[in-house]
């Protein structure tokens, strides 16, 4: 793939197609991963019918920028989903709400972290973890996450039968993380880092002990041992998401967490920090 690094495991490859304007939907779920990384986060998430942003930790114009490059419109936008507080998460929260009066779906105590960071918001609608709810034919089912935020979440979004699942930005991928991700066509799994270059990389000390722990992030390892976990029969792909650009390299993610892949249909795939995606069709 031109743009992002990729182990192919298929013989049945997904349907990949940058022109969005089609006038019949012939897939239940589109996904673009429009950034991954330290440096800013977004996720394009879209029924055909209904499309939302899973956060906006970009500027508002850079946003804006890679929706075009996939023939996407921010002005077909029905509402942006909050994962957690972090800027890398929540940059363009704010002005993309207040340019294309979307409401943001947030739950109440990453609101209050965040709020310094929004400014003016469209409007706010609260979520629960542990509470599903809907976006029109979207039906979103948060779930608690362990990360140093203050009520992070992770997802899994369903249309018509097909279901993916995001679990980025968390230490440990605890039960209820992997009941939640049973069942998926599309998972979004983070895959921060190698272990070995992380303790002998340039990091200090107490921010290597950070990343490692239960509220930090992924390691490329348990990133596999995840996926040997919650793999099935009717998984199609699995985008390695969050890589750090010091600690980590999409060949030995891929490498890694490649192992746990037992079916030669599932794809596999790295997101980037610094071009979007292209655009997945699951059907």
Known sequence: MADSAT??????????????????????????????????????????STSILIDAGLSGIEIERRLNLRGLHP??????????????HIQGVGV???????PVYINQKTQKAATSHL???????KFECGSPFRIKDL????????????????????????????????????????????GCSLLIIESNHDSEMLINGPYPWPLKQRIRSRTGHLSNTASKNLL????????QHVMLAHLSETNNTPQKALNEVGQAITERRVRIDVASQHQCGRLLRLK
Do not use: W
């Not at 990360?147 to 440990?172: R, S, Y």
């Open 7 to 48: 182990r192919d495991f298929e013989m049945n490859p997904l349907s990949l197609n940058s022109d969005y304007s089609h006038q019949v939907n012939d897939y239940n779920l589109a996904v673009c991963i429009l950034a991954s990384g330290s440096k800013g986060n977004v996720m394009f998430v879209s029924s055909g």
């Open 119 to 125: 400014g003016d918001v469209n409007e706010f609608r």
């Open 75 to 88: 002005e077909d936008l029905d509402a942006i989903l909050v994962s957690h507080e972090h800027t890398d």
């Open 139 to 182: 039906t979103i089912h948060p779930f608690s996450i362990s990360h140093d935020a203050e009520d992070p979440a992770g997802f899994t979004i369903h249309q018509d039968g097909t279901k993916i699942g995001i679990a980025t930005d968390l230490g440990v991928a605890s039960s209820m993380v992997k009941e939640h991700l049973k």
């Open 96 to 102: 993309l709400s207040r340019r294309f009066n979307l």
């Open 228 to 235: 040997k976990e919650v793999q099935h029969e009717r998984l």
